[in-house]
């Protein structure tokens, strides 16, 4: 895989899982595109993602700018 | 810290469905093609020789492979299909098959699969289509053709050419994106997947081995069948991480 996308919620920040897969792909030096879909999680990022720029998936371009990183990100 | 080893659980895994033996040279040739786009092929025999499991019956078993599918590839001939109204009394125990008795067990995973919003790809047999035995058009199976014209589908000519057709799109649906999500996101996650997908955007979602709780993980179990498919059936177990 060449991309990690992260869905963030309160329940995902929460997931050692999720974090241990996070974990491994800044390890293998791979993109990761935190995508937020709840408003209370953006002040409580897990620390693992604090310095990623995340997407604002609340916002109503959210999933086109999701979209449109990804397809940028895969065509490099 | 590492992930998960690729496993069967964590390649793409296709469901060919068809009539065996009339679409057997077909048949070989996707399962061909599935291999060599590194996924891996999935079979579920029509009825006979399958045993209900697990309190499930085969209708239950051959949902639930469907289901747990990435991806469906339909290859429809002219043979009429296996029916599973009046198959032992499993129209006892789904009242479903009973509001068309008529229907073909290729009809019904179809139709999963579309509720399941896996990958669907279906190809037809035509008259001129080559390396199959001379069989007439079933009534049955030439209205299911009707309706899956409605779509976009796949011609069968030959053996080679539809080798190419199943690779080519095969290859094009690789997912090359991880979506890292939580169980209780499932929905959530299924639903970014499929909107990504209408972006052309191709998405690995583990919905197979993320865990219940800490040690386990919902899981499949496969062997190998005759053909090399894999038959698999779903039930809990634990998974080390």
Same mark, same amino acid.
Not at chain 2, 132 to 156: C, E, I, N, Q, Y
Not at chain 2, 217 to 241: E, K, M, Q, Y
């Given at each position: 895989?060449?991309?990690?996308?992260?869905?963030?919620?309160?329940?995902?920040?929460?997931?050692?899982?999720?974090?241990?897969?996070?974990?491994?792909?800044?390890?293998?030096?791979?993109?990761?595109?935190?995508?937020?879909?709840?408003?209370?999680?953006?002040?409580?990022?897990?620390?693992?993602?604090?310095? #990623?720029?995340? &997407?604002?998936?609340?916002?109503?371009?959210?999933?086109?700018?999701?979209?449109?990183?990804?397809?940028?990100?895969?065509?490099? | 810290?590492?992930?998960?080893?690729?496993?069967?659980?964590?390649?793409?895994?296709?469901?060919?469905?068809?009539?065996?033996?009339?679409?057997?040279?077909?048949?070989?040739?996707?399962?061909?093609?599935?291999?060599?786009?590194?996924?891996?092929?999935?079979? $579920?025999?029509?009825?006979?020789?399958?045993?209900?499991?697990?309190?499930?019956?085969?209708?239950?078993?051959?949902?639930?492979?469907?289901?747990?599918?990435?991806?469906?590839?339909?290859?429809?001939?002219?043979?009429?299909?296996?029916? *599973?109204?009046?198959?032992?009394?499993?129209?006892?125990?789904? %009242?479903?098959?009973?509001?068309?008795?008529?229907?073909? &067990?290729?009809?019904?995973?179809?139709?999963?699969?579309?509720?399941?919003?896996?990958?669907?790809?279906?190809?037809?047999?035509?008259?001129?289509?080559?390396?199959? *035995?001379?069989?007439?058009?079933?009534?049955?199976?030439?209205?299911?053709?009707?309706?899956?014209?409605?779509?976009?589908?796949?011609?069968?000519?030959?053996?080679?050419? $539809?080798?190419?057709?199943?690779?080519?799109?095969?290859?094009? #649906?690789?997912?090359?994106?991880?979506?890292?999500?939580?169980?209780?996101?499932?929905?959530?996650?299924?639903? %970014?997947?499929?909107? %990504?997908?209408?972006?052309?955007?191709?998405?690995?979602?583990?919905? #197979?081995?993320? *865990?219940?709780?800490?040690?386990?993980?919902?899981?499949?179990?496969?062997?190998?069948?005759?053909?090399?498919?894999?038959?698999?059936?779903?039930? &809990?177990?634990?998974?080390?991480?």
């Amino acid at each position: 895989m060449d991309v990690l996308l992260v869905l963030v919620t309160s329940d995902s920040a929460g997931s050692e899982w999720v974090q241990k897969e996070c974990l491994e792909f800044v390890h293998r030096q791979k993109p990761v595109v935190p995508y937020v879909v709840e408003s209370q999680v953006k002040n409580a990022l897990p620390d693992y993602l604090r310095s #990623i720029q995340y &997407i604002d998936g609340t916002e109503t371009t959210g999933f086109s700018t999701l979209a449109q990183r990804l397809r940028l990100l895969l065509a490099h | 810290m590492s992930l998960p080893p690729s496993t069967a659980a964590n390649v793409l895994q296709v469901f060919v469905s068809s009539v065996t033996d009339e679409m057997a040279p077909y048949r070989e040739v996707a399962l061909r093609a599935i291999r060599s786009s590194e996924m891996l092929p999935k079979n $579920f025999n029509e009825g006979a020789g399958v045993e209900a499991t697990h309190g499930k019956t085969i209708f239950d078993l051959n949902r639930d492979t469907v289901r747990t599918s990435d991806v469906l590839v339909g290859l429809y001939g002219f043979a009429r299909a296996w029916r *599973p109204y009046g198959f032992g009394d499993l129209s006892d125990q789904h %009242l479903e098959l009973r509001q068309d008795p008529e229907k073909l &067990i290729l009809e019904y995973e179809y139709v999963w699969a579309l509720e399941a919003g896996i990958y669907v790809f279906p190809f037809l047999r035509t008259p001129r289509t080559a390396d199959l *035995p001379d069989v007439p058009l079933d009534a049955r199976m030439s209205a299911f053709h009707s309706r899956l014209k409605t779509r976009t589908v796949g011609w069968l000519t030959n053996t080679r050419d $539809f080798h190419e057709q199943l690779v080519r799109r095969l290859v094009s #649906i690789r997912p090359r994106v991880f979506l890292s999500y939580s169980r209780r996101n499932g929905d959530i996650a299924l639903k %970014l997947q499929r909107e %990504l997908r209408n972006e052309d955007v191709h998405v690995w979602r583990d919905a #197979i081995n993320i *865990p219940l709780r800490r040690g386990m993980a919902v899981s499949n179990s496969s062997w190998p069948g005759a053909d090399g498919c894999l038959t698999c059936i779903s039930h &809990i177990r634990f998974r080390r991480f």
